[in-house]
């Protein structure tokens, strides 16, 4: 059977959940902030899970209007300081993929402060991608190693991007879109893909379950036979 390690997450679908039910699109950005403290304690108290990587601000996403931008910065900085006893008791360290020199200084302090208080936590490590693409992250990777004169190859990549998480076993879309959107595309070669339609306020522990229990049974062969 296989063996869940790394779980990484496309949360897409707030602004269609919110519209369907006649609300403003960040209302569902706010639903959706309840499903990833739901998601990271059952993963926290999974015994495979080590790490959940979870998109939550893509660098494409500053495209969409200033009103929405705002708010999920709002949000994402409220969260920090609100889930803070749940990272502390669910034994969560919080970690960061994505360049965050675009984000405010305050909350790049916010992020740091975070990531400092929760380093010793070892249950899991919940990664939020912000202000990530992975097309941006690898070639801030090349950047970095050719400045410090290393020769790239397939092993010591990995230490140029923006946080050691390895490979992902199984990567989640919710929302019904069957596509990646620029997420982790060094580390999901070999990612067992999975798409729902459930949009991601109406996701469950019970569903990524479903998904895990599906994700044992698949055969990964590697390019071998
Ligand atoms: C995903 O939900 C959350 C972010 C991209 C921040 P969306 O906001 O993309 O929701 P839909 O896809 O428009 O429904
Ligand atoms: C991907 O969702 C980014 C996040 C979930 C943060 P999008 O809604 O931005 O992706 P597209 O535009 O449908 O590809
Ligand atoms: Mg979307």
Known sequence: MNRVSHIAIIMDG???????????RIRGHERGA???REITTYCANHPEVEVLTLYAF????????????????????NWLRK?????????????????????SPRLQERIAETKELTRGNRKLTQVLALNYGGRDEIIRACRKACRAGVELNEANFEEFLDADLGDVDMMVRTGGEQRISNFLLWRA???ELFFTPTLWPDFTAQELERLIEEFKGRERRFGAL
């Open 34 to 36: 309840e499903v990833v």
């Open 58 to 77: 893509s660098t494409e996403n500053w495209k969409r209007p200033k009103m929405e931008v705002e708010f999920l910065m709002k949000l994402l900085e």
């Open 83 to 103: 889930e803070l006893p749940t990272y502390q008791r669910e034994g969560v360290r919080f970690e960061t993929i994505g360049d965050l020199s675009k984000f």
């Open 189 to 191: 070669a070999y990612a």
């Open 14 to 24: 707030n602004g269609r959940w919110a519209t369907q039910r006649g609300m403003q």
